[in-house]
Structures are given as C-alpha cells and as structure tokens.
C-alpha cells in the first residue's frame, strides 16, 4: 500500500522504470536489437539518477551545509558526467560535446519552459528573485565565452569546425592544450565558486535549497543508508551508462538518427530526466525561485564543472584528449541559451506564454538538428 | 476648410500622398522611367498604409477588445506583406527576405531612434513600462534565434550563405523543409500568443492601445465605412505593390544601387511609413510606453507573424519556396537589433542622446549595404 | 620625507618609474637588446601616464565643470592614442587594432574583475547605480555593433579576415572608405555626446567625477603648474611610445610571442595602468559607482573616440589607411566585452567572485592570444 502510494506519487514514479534496469542488462547480454538496448537503457537511467540525486540530498541534510552544499553540487550532475565517461571511453568525443550542449539547452529552453508553462497556466504571472538568477546567469555568460575561444581558434587558424555527426577525435596538440588550459581555469574558476557558496555567502544560496525538504513528510534516512544507497545508484548509473554507450551508434543508425542528433536530443534528455521532473514539479507549486535556479543553475554547473572535468579526464581515459571544439550549431545553440538566460532572469517574472516560446525555440533547434 | 485642416495635421498629411496613386497607374501604363515608376508607387503606398490603419483601429474600437485586438494585429503588418506576396509572385526572394530584416531593422534603430530624439529634446528623461516591452522584446529574440536557425544550418552543411544582391531562390529541397518547418513552429507559438494576449492576459496589452483614440477628435466611424475603406486600401496597396515591385529591379539598376540595399532600407521604410510617424508624434507627446511598444512589438509581429505566413505561402505563390537563410548583413542586423532592444527595454527609460547613437547605428548599416 | 611618503602612497608610486624614463632613452640610444627596451619604456609609459591625468583633472577642476568635462573627456585616453598614432606611423595597423581591442577588453574584464575582486573582498556585495553605467554599456554596444560593420562586409564579400600577428595593410578602397564613413558617423555621435554630457545632461555624469579629489589633500595645482605638467608628460609620452613601438616587433619575436599577443595584451594593460590603478584603488574604497565608471566609460571611450580618430587620422599618416576589420579573435573578444558589460550593468550590485569569473575570461582570451 505505502510503496503503492509512493510509486505514483510525484517524486516516486520514476521508480516504475527500475524493471528497465535488469531487462537492459538481459537484451545486452543476449544480443538483442540495438535500438531496443538503447531505449531500455536510457530508461533505467532515469531510477538511478533519481536515487542519486534523493540519496545526495539526504546525506546533504544530515552534513551540514557546507559539506552538504558540496555534496549537492558535486553530485548533481553526477548521472550525465558517468554517462560522458563512458562515451569518451569509447571515443565518441562529438557524442560527449553535444550532450553537454544539449544538457545546457535543455536546462535553458526545455525545463525552464516547461516550468513556465505548467507553473502559469493558473496563474497570471510568477515571480522569482532577480538577483540569485542573475548571478547564475552570469557563470553562464563567463563558462560559455571560455568554451567558445577554442573554436574561435580553430576558425582563426583558417581550419574548419567539426560537422555534426563527424567521429573526429583528433585535433592536433595546439588545440587540445588550449582546451585543457580553459579547462584548468574554468576549474579554478569552480573551486572558487565552491568557497563563495559554501563559505563566504552561504546565505545567498542555501535558503533555496532548504525549500526541498517539504516535499515528503517521511523519515529522513540515515547516513547509512543514504551511503549504502549512493553506492548502489552509482553502479547501476555505471552499468546503465556502458549499455547505453555502447548501443548508441548501431541503434542512431537503425532509426536514421545522427549520433548527433542522439546526443543533444536524447542523452541530454536522459541525463536530466529526474532533474527535469522536479523543477517542473516546484514551478506548479508556484516555486519559482526554485524552479529557475534548477535550471539556469544545472546548466552553469554543467558549464563551469562538467566541461572542463571531462576535458581533463580525457587525457586519461579513452583514445585521445577532448578538444573543445564545438561544431557550429552548438555554438548557436551555446549563444542562444546564454541571451535567452540573461533575458529571462532580468524580468523576473515569467507566464505561460514566455514558457511557450521558450519551448518554441527548443523546437526549433530541435528541427535543425534533426535535418542535419 | 476641414479637409485642409486634416490634410496639415499630423495625421492627415500622408493623404497629401493620395495623387501619387493615379499618377503611378498612368506612370506604369505610360512605360515612365523606371526610377520615376518606383519612387511614385512608393510614395503611393503611404497614404494607403495610412488609411488602411486607421481603418484597422475603427473596426477594432467598435468590435470589442478581443476580436479589435486580432485585427489590430492581423492587418497591423498588411502593407509589408502584400507587398511581400507580389515580391514573392516576381521571384524577388532575396528582396523579400531583405525587406522583412529591414523593417525589423528599422523599428528598432530608426523608428526607435528617431522617436527619443524628437521625444527627448524637451525633455530630461522619458520613462516607459519594462515589464511590457520586456515581454515583446523577449518575442523578438525568441523568433530572432528561430530564424537564424536555417542559416546556420546551411554554414554547418558547408554551402555558403546567399551574396547580398543575389537572385538566388533554389536552396534545396533539406533547408526549404527546415524553413517550412521553422515557420510552422512559429505561426503555432503566433496563434497561442493571441491566445494570451487576446484571452488569458489582454490587460496587459490593451490599454495601451486604448491611448491611441485621443488623437482625434472627429466622430467615431461606422462599421460600414471602415469596412469599405478597408476594402479600398486593400485594392490600392495592391496596385500600388504590383507596380512597385515591377519596377524594383530596373529601378535599382538605373540608380546604381542594389536590388537588396532597395529592399532592406527603401522598401522596409516605405511599407513602415505610416506606423513609423505615428510612434515619433506620441513620443513627443511624451507616450514613450506606446512609441516603444509600436516600435518593438512592430519587430515581433514581423519576426512572428510575417515571416512564417511568406514563407508557407511561397509554397504556393511564385516560382519557388523562400528559404529563410539570410546572408552576413542580415544575420548582422538581426543579432543587433536584438542587443538593442534588449537593453532598451532593460533601461525603462531614455534620453535624447541615446535616440541619437540608436540612429547612428542605422547609419552604419545603411552605410554597409550601400557599399556592398 | 613628504615626497618619500608621496612615492609610497596609493597615488605617488607610478612615480617611482620615472627613472625608467631616461633610461629607455639611454638604452634606444645605445641599441641595447630590444626585449629590454620594450620593458623599460613600457615601465617609462606609466608615470607619464599618470602625470597627465593628474594634470588633466587639476586643469579641469579649475576650468569648470563644461571645459573640464571636455579636458578630461579628451586626454582621458591620450597615452594610449599618442601610442597607436606612433604604430600607426610604423605601419603596425595589426598592433593597433589589437590595442585598441586589447584596451576595451582589458577594461571591461581585467579592471572591472580586479576592482570587484578587491572591493568584494571585505564586503558582502557592493552596489552601484545602473542608470548611468547602463548608458556607459549602451553606447559601448552601439560602437561595438558599428565597428564590427566592415569585417562583416569582407566576410560577406567573401574575403577573409586578418590573421592575428599579419602585418596587412592594405584592405583595398572600399572597404577602407566604409571604415572612414563608420569612423565619421562615430565622430558626430562622440561630438553629440559631449553636447550631451557637458550641456543637457550635466548632472548625470559629473557627481561621478567629483568623488575624485578627496583622494589627494594637498594644495591644488595653479593652472600654470598644470599646464606645464601636461606639456611635460606629452613630450614624455611621445619619446616613450617612438621607443616602444620601435622595439615592438623585434621583442616580441625575441621573445617568441606575436606582436598580436602584445599588442593585445602587453600595451593595452600598459596604456591603461594609471586608470586601472585608480578603478581598484576606489573600489577598495566601496565607491563602486566611480570603478564601474571608469571601466565601462573608458571602453566606450575608447570605442567611441579613439577608434574613430585614429582611422581619420591614418588617412594622413603612416603608410595606408587603418581598416577597420578585426581578426577572429578581436570580434569574440569583442562581443564577449558588450555582453559582459550589459550583463553586469543590469544587476546594479557585485561580489568578489563575480569579479573572479570576470578574471577567469580575461585569462581565457589571453591563453587563447598567447596559442595563436
């Protein structure tokens, strides 16, 4: 009865899709179509973020806030970065670049005009704190111009951006040194960020965090469990991850999909799907501040820790470094989310309508991306 | 005595113009000199303009806010867009596209521009609403990146954008498809935009518009006369469009200057003549709000609603479909323009000086295209 | 002793680089190795530099606020024009260009990141008024949009950009003559803001400046002493700027950087020390409004006057006229600039870490300079 309730509640349903998890594991081991190991595995993507991400906020609770804070930032992407490991494990390079992009995109365009529209379609109009957003919004704009200067290297060299859909992992040392130099400072950059947060204005950030809890009246868990719950969500993530990488070129060419396409669209879908969910869910609660903050947030995350992490693991992992050499709709794309942020988190405000066209834009992208 | 009263009151004088109309007739059927023909026509088109608006608001007055406010909106843009669909009919599809980026170009920077001077000289600083404009400038920006989708699509593909000048109209069946698909999604986000502007949120729009009828005195208009000088203006902007666009091409040649310098700076300001007045004479009436929601919100229903509606009917009119890839000045144009009213609307209030430097970046462009 | 404590105070240590001066010369004289020669008479910039503006603010405290607003409106930036007007006579076009964006850059991102670097650190945010650096961010857009003007012409045109660290000269009349057409319409838009901040608008901009001299409590200068000081530190600045860009080229390759990379790095921080020290020094001071200001009013400055004067007068010295079309990297840099600086002057506060980010960009582009 209780696990009845709790599995078609708003934050349990994401639960009904663990069965996907040992299936996935059956078709990969028996072989089975591409396309079917695909969706099954990105499907059992979504319980284990979502355990993730619940386990992570539990043990936030009990830290603290300032390891908790840390905990929270540091695991909150942790789904979509596993995911990208693996990817570049097995050289799909442009797959890891469009699936941070499409994560941006999609936190910008998709999550925060879905929220939009569900939160003020009762509503005349909601309202939300300028000035955390703003602040947000500006990691953005500062992670964004940084990850852009590699290919504005390139197209100074007179050598072309990569085409989407293109395998290319090899883009000479000049570039792939650059990328690792932004990445270092964006990590700085990062670690100062952490300081400020956690440490020298706290108060800015963590009052809007502490509005979650109010969500589900049950126990909180013990540290205990919330460990024992991290680790089992982090080995399912694992495992879904390398079934899901490893089916996404066969099964991009079946449905005659580009890998591009898959990667933008669908991983980053994916990645995000719990995070998705929640800020959707807070926005129809008329938690505005929330709802922006997950989205514009996850995305300065994404930007600001994400990218640079990945771009220095891949001088460890897989068959070459990650140049940051975005392919021309990316870059669009990158500018696109950056504007539409600054936009968006200077009014303050937002109704259904704004939700609409933001999801008109991601329409669109979405079109241009599947022409490709 | 009243009629000439009328004729030399800010409002009567494009009526001065209505000579010109038989006079481009019997220029045209006289085969005049080409330049003569497309400077007559186009002063021609102005007093149809005028009339065709006025008569717009007399049926909006008496029709009720809802169904007034889509004819405002529908018949706001008429001008332009036959002028368009005859541009379209004689292949002239760069001119088009030109002309649509011109008078977005020229609300903004020439309209707005214009308006802060003549409304700032007397005064320290005019004030206007930002929540409205914001609202409207987000629209513009939205379609902007929608629409500049296309051309990036074909910078990904490899295949150059279009020369200005050119009279390229076959771009392939992939960004014909796109463009096609790019407009559908616009015109969908168009209607619910009246949707919300009409039904769930017309305070927010309406009195603004409800300034506008204290500018004359006379009597209010019968359905029937409005109906007929609709009728009227719609046959003669028309005519007055065929003849136009016969003599564009020759007309351009005879004066030394490009089919698309005529289209993005001549056309665009013909076609807006009547709307441009209007938005500088309440300016210097001190209706900021009004001036800059004629000039902004004038973009985004060119961006929203004229752009997708030429772009499905050259599916069915003319020698082909218009793809929507713009060349480098007109992307150019468009991401300045959206800067521009971005951080006017930002402001919520301006000085003559800022009207000046507003101008002054039209004259750059204007310059730009002149030398291309 | 009152002279030792002058040297060692916040405003007396430029100063102590005078010796500097004299022995750049002596060292020009005896053909030492060029490396040392760039750094000394770069070193010998400084305390010219800050001789002038001293000179110029003690000139227009006494001349009243009209005449004193147009002195240091004028020799705001003229270290730094007294430079390129030497480059240019050397035909370094390219080190001019980058200069000139180098200073913009280094203003917006470098000046503005370390004052809030320094300011925030002892604070919890700091506030500044948004009216008057949005004005500051506005024209500083309008300037950027028209000087990106004729390199969007060459790409349209299908010509290329400039390679950073090319010594092109010669871009061919057109486009040459649309950079003077920019350059003049820049020119007349300067001269109507002059009218604007020194006649309609007074009160807006000059409360600013006149926080300034509670720095100093020592006796005002006569207007004799002054005068004597400005000639003094323009002869000095032109003997420094002939040394330095006489050992530009061999030094930079001496020491394996592009003459891109100094000119972009290198002499735009050395052009703008003494500013640069002034905008922390206030910031550290919690007068955040006067730091905004100098950061973002000497970038629109720049773009507003020393751009335009300096391609008019290339037409008269030097060896060809100064086009107007930056490389790949200057346009990035450029448009990261306006956006930062629209970004930050809407949000009317900051914090320490606002001005890391802002830091962490500054270091992007120069890694990115420094790779090419």
């Avoid at 509005?211 to 126990?219: C, G, I, R, V």
Wanted: with cysteine; proline share 4%; glycine share 10%.
């Amino acid at each position: 009865m209780r696990l009845r309730s709790f599995l078609l509640s708003s934050e349990g349903w994401p639960y009904l899709l663990v069965p996907c998890i040992p299936l996935a594991v059956a078709l990969d081991l028996a072989h089975a179509g591409s396309v079917l190991v695909f969706f099954v595995s990105a499907a059992g993507v979504i319980p284990t973020a979502a355990l993730m991400g619940r386990a992570t906020e539990e043990l936030a609770t009990r830290s603290g806030p300032g390891i908790g804070g840390l905990l929270n930032v540091t695991f909150g992407n942790a789904p979509e970065i596993i995911i990208a490991l693996f990817a570049l494990g097995a050289g799909l390079h442009e797959v890891v670049k469009a699936s941070l992009v499409g994560s941006i995109l999609g936190n910008i365009l998709l999550v925060l005009g879905a929220s939009m529209v569900v939160g003020g379609l009762r509503r005349d109009r909601q309202y939300f704190d300028r000035t955390a957003a703003s602040s947000q919004s500006l990691m953005l704009l500062l992670a964004v111009a940084a990850m852009t200067m590699p290919a504005i290297f390139e197209l100074v060299e007179g050598k072309g951006l990569p085409t989407p859909g293109a395998e290319r992992v090899d883009y000479g040392p000049t570039v792939e040194h650059l990328s690792l130099a932004v990445a270092i400072v964006l990590m700085i950059s990062y670690g100062l960020g952490l300081l400020f947060s956690l440490k020298t204005h706290r108060a800015l950030f963590n009052p809007v965090r502490e509005d979650d809890p109010d969500e589900h009246h049950e126990q909180p868990w013990s540290v205990r469990k919330a460990v024992i719950a991290l680790a089992i969500a982090g080995v399912a993530v694992g495992v879904m991850s390398e079934i899901l990488v490893g089916s996404i070129s066969e099964a991009a060419h079946t449905i005659g999909l580009s890998e591009f396409f898959v990667g933008v669209i669908v991983v980053a879908i994916v990645g995000n799907a719990a995070e998705h969910w929640v800020a959707v869910l807070v926005a129809s609660k008329n938690k505005m501040d929330l709802a922006v903050n997950i989205a514009i947030g996850s995305s300065a995350q994404i930007a600001l820790f994400a990218v640079p992490f990945l771009v220095i693991a891949s001088f460890f992992i897989g068959p070459g470094p990650l140049a940051l050499v975005f392919n021309g709709f990316e870059l669009g794309a990158l500018i696109i989310a950056v504007l539409v942020a600054t936009h968006v988190t200077n009014e303050g405000e937002s109704t259904w309508f704004e939700g609409v066209q933001l999801l008109a834009v991601y329409a669109v992208l979405a079109l241009a991306f599947f022409f490709a």
